[in-house]
């Protein structure tokens, strides 16, 4: 039995999309808890997870998940919401504020945590 933390200096950048920053914060075989951040103007670039599910809870900001077939669709997130992207899902993150969006983030499941895509017919 343990207990450990993680001070938020500890962390260190991780797999990446452009735009986004995700820090490890935990990862075990099923599954990888990070910080992500997306900074103020920003659109990532199209993404999925994988066969990985993703949980995730906005500690600061807001922003925006487009997504769909066509990437036409989308899901607004403000500070203290909740959000789950089902596997597979290509997206991408927008930031249209002036203040970093700050989200911790849980990938549960195995394979890659980030799959870098061309857009959402890519996959």
């Known amino acids: 039995m343990t207990v450990e933390t993680v001070a938020p200096d500890e962390l260190e950048a991780d797999e990446s999309t452009p735009g986004v920053v995700r820090e490890t914060v935990f990862e075990t075989e099923n599954n990888v808890m990070v910080r992500s951040r997306v ?45 789950y992207i089902s596997p597979g899902t290509v997206h991408r993150d927008i930031n249209p504020t002036s203040e970093d969006a700050v989200v911790l983030v849980n990938f549960v499941g195995t394979g890659p945590a980030v799959v870098n895509v061309d857009g959402p017919e890519a996959e």
Do not use: K
Request: glycine share 22%.
């Open 39 to 83: 900074a103020p103007g920003t659109t990532t670039g199209w993404h999925h997870h994988g066969d990985r599910h993703v949980y995730g809870y906005v500690v600061e900001g807001s922003g925006a998940v487009e997504y769909g077939s066509s990437g036409g669709e989308t899901a607004e997130t403000s500070a203290g919401e909740f959000f």
